[in-house]
């Protein structure tokens, strides 16, 4: 096991499910895990020459789940597995539970200090699609901030991937706009027919792409998008310590004409990271 516990007291620890009642003639003690001092509850105590620590409490804050079976009378203490990390800074991903092809429920750690998210990821053994963690000054404050990517979905022609960013000192998570915010005023799309050929339209802040498409057959013209599709897939990168996505430009299930590569800054009025300049690559 990669932890270490540490519990500033010399006498034999027992582990029990539920704290007891802090009772007269007992003495509280001081719980420290990885060096850092506890607030639990129930509180940890000495009873009888015993410390009593709450089991639930203490496995929760190494990472690990704790259940109780009734039909056995057991207490079943099980390690969550480890999906990333960078153990010589101390920094663990933890999955909180793997159900339907999904890892459900995320602990991040950082130096014994644990919070959990409501995030998602599939199982894959792809390693692109994999958890990602990263550290990285995304914000240009001189101090590094956890960046994980998460990849939520897949199929033919369809990949999704969401973004976060957490300040190491607190765990707290900070907002990453999502790009949907994009196609409020900065990029519009449009198409002009003909009975043998469609041309579609880009926008993006007022600047014009246009591209040809020329019909082979009847299928042909049924197969195409009314307008041109951004986001089918949806990739998050790191390049140069700033966030970037990915977003696919479609123009039928199958033919994808380029992408947008949009850089995010942080804007420190609204405290947030929000779209910045956006490159139009085509294939």
Same mark, same amino acid.
């Given at each position: 096991?990669?932890?270490?516990?540490?519990?500033?007291?010399?006498?034999?620890?027992?582990?029990?499910?539920?704290?007891?009642?802090?009772?007269?003639?007992?003495?509280?003690?001081?719980?420290?895990?990885?060096?850092?001092?506890?607030?639990?509850?129930?509180?940890?105590?000495?009873?009888?020459?015993?410390?009593?620590?709450?089991?639930?409490?203490?496995?929760?804050?190494?990472? #690990? #789940?704790?259940?109780?079976?009734?039909?056995?009378? #057991?207490?079943?203490?099980?390690?969550?597995?480890?999906?990333?990390?960078?153990?010589?800074?101390?920094?663990?991903?933890?999955?909180?539970?793997?159900?339907?092809?999904?890892?459900?429920?995320?602990?991040?750690?950082?130096?014994?200090?644990?919070?959990?998210?409501?995030?998602?990821?599939?199982?894959?053994?792809?390693?692109?699609?994999?958890?990602?963690?990263?550290?990285?000054?995304?914000?240009?404050?001189?101090?590094?901030?956890?960046?994980?990517?998460?990849?939520?979905?897949?199929?033919?022609?369809?990949?999704?991937?969401?973004?976060?960013?957490?300040?190491?000192?607190?765990?707290?998570?900070?907002?990453?706009?999502?790009?949907?915010?994009?196609?409020?005023?900065?990029?519009?799309?449009?198409?002009?027919?003909?009975?043998?050929?469609?041309?579609?339209?880009?926008?993006?802040?007022?600047?014009?792409?246009?591209?040809?498409?020329?019909?082979?057959?009847?299928?042909?013209?049924?197969?195409?998008?009314?307008?041109?599709?951004?986001?089918?897939?949806?990739?998050?990168?790191?390049?140069?310590?700033?966030?970037?996505?990915?977003?696919?430009?479609?123009?039928?299930?199958?033919?994808?004409?380029?992408?947008?590569?949009?850089?995010?800054?942080?804007?420190?009025?609204?405290?947030?990271?929000?779209?910045?300049?956006?490159?139009?690559?085509?294939?």
């Amino acid at each position: 096991m990669h932890k270490r516990i540490s519990i500033i007291i010399c006498i034999f620890l027992l582990v029990i499910m539920t704290g007891y009642p802090v009772l007269a003639g007992t003495k509280t003690v001081t719980l420290i895990i990885n060096g850092i001092e506890q607030q639990c509850t129930p509180i940890p105590q000495i009873v009888n020459g015993h410390v009593m620590v709450p089991i639930r409490w203490l496995a929760n804050s190494l990472g #690990a #789940a704790v259940k109780y079976d009734a039909q056995r009378h #057991a207490v079943m203490v099980e390690q969550r597995p480890i999906i990333a990390c960078i153990p010589e800074r101390g920094i663990f991903l933890y999955t909180f539970k793997i159900q339907e092809g999904m890892y459900k429920g995320f602990v991040l750690e950082n130096s014994g200090i644990r919070k959990y998210f409501e995030w998602e990821n599939m199982i894959t053994d792809i390693d692109e699609w994999k958890p990602q963690l990263i550290l990285a000054d995304t914000d240009e404050d001189d101090s590094e901030e956890f960046v994980i990517i998460l990849t939520t979905g897949e199929g033919t022609g369809i990949l999704k991937q969401d973004i976060h960013v957490i300040e190491c000192d607190n765990i707290d998570e900070i907002m990453v706009l999502e790009p949907d915010t994009l196609f409020q005023n900065r990029i519009k799309t449009s198409i002009t027919d003909s009975s043998s050929q469609r041309i579609f339209h880009l926008f993006i802040d007022n600047i014009k792409y246009d591209y040809l498409y020329k019909f082979k057959d009847d299928n042909d013209i049924r197969r195409m998008f009314e307008r041109v599709s951004i986001g089918c897939v949806t990739k998050y990168h790191i390049v140069n310590k700033q966030l970037h996505t990915e977003l696919s430009i479609s123009i039928s299930p199958s033919d994808y004409i380029g992408y947008l590569d949009v850089t995010y800054h942080y804007d420190p009025q609204s405290q947030c990271y929000q779209p910045g300049s956006i490159l139009y690559q085509e294939y």
